[in-house]
């Protein structure tokens, strides 16, 4: 059974730094591009980040670009955002998901759960 | 970069009735159009894929179609399960763009 179970999240301060986690169970981790999709309190889905199975190739919303950073450790089947430079529009919760398939051109079928990032003083 | 949009932004419908929401791309997309169904509180259900390919388990009442920057997701009979908001989203290249969403809800 597939498992994404994202953790990190929490209360930041405006400037701050965040590492969010998204440890990943049940697949070949290593064989799937994953991604990390966020929504703010009330709102819709907005894509933020995306990397492929070998990590060699991410992508960014223009929202995050350059304050933001993925990465992934195959041998501990973990995705990772780190978050810096963080701002109240910022605040939302962060979901991870996977491609439902190996190709640059599949979906996302399985997502975690999220978890809560709020950037206030 | 693609921009998505949604319409109608909500709905209310009844039981059994058919319900169809559009989803248009900027420019064209292929059929790399996706939908997926977030109920309240809950985390976001992969519908369909590839414009019209039914993602497995998904009920029959669900179908996808249109191909270029013209899409539809169509329930063929509202059932009160069905309570989510709807959003499509293009997968083929980044950004990996979303729509806005669709609220729909039981008359």
């Known amino acids: 059974e597939v498992q994404l179970l994202e953790s990190g999240g929490g209360l930041v301060q405006p400037g701050g730094s965040l590492r969010l986690s998204c440890a990943a169970s049940?697949?070949?981790?290593?064989?799937?591009?994953m991604t990390w999709v966020r929504q703010a309190p009330g709102k819709g889905l907005e894509w933020v980040s995306i990397?492929?199975?070998?990590?060699?190739?991410?992508h960014y919303a223009d929202s995050v670009k350059g304050r933001f950073s993925i990465s992934r450790d195959n041998s501990k089947n973990t995705l990772y955002l780190q978050m810096n430079s963080l701002r109240a529009e910022d605040t939302a919760v962060y979901y991870c998901?996977?491609?439902?398939?190996?190709?640059?051109?599949?979906?996302?079928?399985?997502w975690g759960q999220g978890t809560l990032v709020t950037v206030s003083s | 970069d693609i921009q998505m949009t949604q319409s109608p932004s909500s709905l209310s419908a009844s039981v059994g009735d058919r319900v169809t929401i559009t989803c248009r791309a900027s420019?064209?997309?292929?059929?790399?159009l996706a939908w997926y169904q977030q109920k309240p509180g809950k985390v976001p259900k992969l519908l369909t894929y590839a414009a019209s390919t039914l993602q497995s388990g998904v009920p029959s009442r669900f179908s996808g179609s249109g191909s270029g920057t013209d899409f539809t997701l169509t329930i063929s009979s509202l059932q009160p399960e069905d309570v989510a908001t709807y959003y499509c989203q293009t997968y083929n290249s980044a950004p990996f763009t979303f729509g806005p969403g669709t609220k729909v809800d039981i008359k």
């Open positions: 420019q064209g997309i292929s059929n790399y």
């Open positions: 049940g697949f070949t981790f290593s064989s799937y591009a």
């Open positions: 990397i492929s199975g070998n990590g060699y190739t991410t």
């Open positions: 998901a996977k491609r439902s398939c190996g190709s640059p051109s599949c979906p996302f079928d399985y």
